[in-house]
Structure formats: C-alpha cells, structure tokens
C-alpha cells in the first residue's frame, strides 16, 4: 500500500514538472517573439541593429523583466550583430544542443550544425 502511494505520489510530482517545463517553455517562446518584435521595431525606427544596452534599456523600461533577466544571467545571449540578415540572440547551449534563435526571420529552432551555419562559424 505504501508503494502505491510512493508510486503515485511520483507521478503527480513528475506531472507536475512537466507541466511546469511546459509552461516555462511556452513563456520563453514568447519572451522571445516579443525580443524580435522589439528589435524589429528599434530596426525601423533608426535604420540599425540595436546594441546590446539599447536592448536591456528598450526592454527595462517596457517591464519586460524575464527577458532582462534571461539577458543577464545569459540564458539568451545577444549577439551584437550589426548585420539585419544575421542571428540576433540565441539560448544558451544552441551551438552544441540545438535550439532557439531569433533573426530578421522571426524565432526559429535550429540544429547545431544549422545555428553554426547561420552564424558564419
């Protein structure tokens, strides 16, 4: 009886946590759609790419904590091109594990062979 209490237990926990990445993913996806949108619309408006302070300011000032946040601690890294036909950001771990970018084309997953492509490397 025990066990089965164990047993269910565990896999409320682990529902739970998947529900959880889930919902952390989804979130990520669209902290990242809102980065592209931003830098797109910073694009727009002076013709060049904005660097990365122009970024962190651009988006603490708009209350856009979790990307600020994911900037900082370098979950999204910024990669400071000036080239609009380039990668501007990417997850950490992408170049060995695959993952999100965000580019003039929007926000794509990409393998790593595909990311270092795209970067040039």
Not at 92 to 112: L, M, R
Request: glycine share 10%; net charge neutral.
């Amino acid at each position: 009886m025990r066990r089965i209490a164990i047993l269910i237990g565990l896999c409320l926990w682990l529902g739970d946590t998947a529900d959880v990445r889930a919902q952390k993913a989804v979130a990520q996806g669209n902290d990242m759609k809102n980065l592209h949108i931003f830098m797109e619309a910073a694009f727009a408006e002076s013709g060049t790419m904005p660097d990365r302070d122009a970024i962190l300011a651009g988006l603490k000032e708009s209350m856009a904590i979790n990307l600020v946040k994911a900037i900082q601690d370098g979950t999204l890294v910024l990669t400071g091109t000036t080239v609009r036909e380039s990668v501007w950001a990417y997850e950490k771990g992408t170049s060995t594990a695959g993952g999100w970018i965000i580019s003039n084309f929007g926000v794509e997953k990409v393998t790593p062979v595909e990311f270092k492509k795209r970067l040039g490397n």
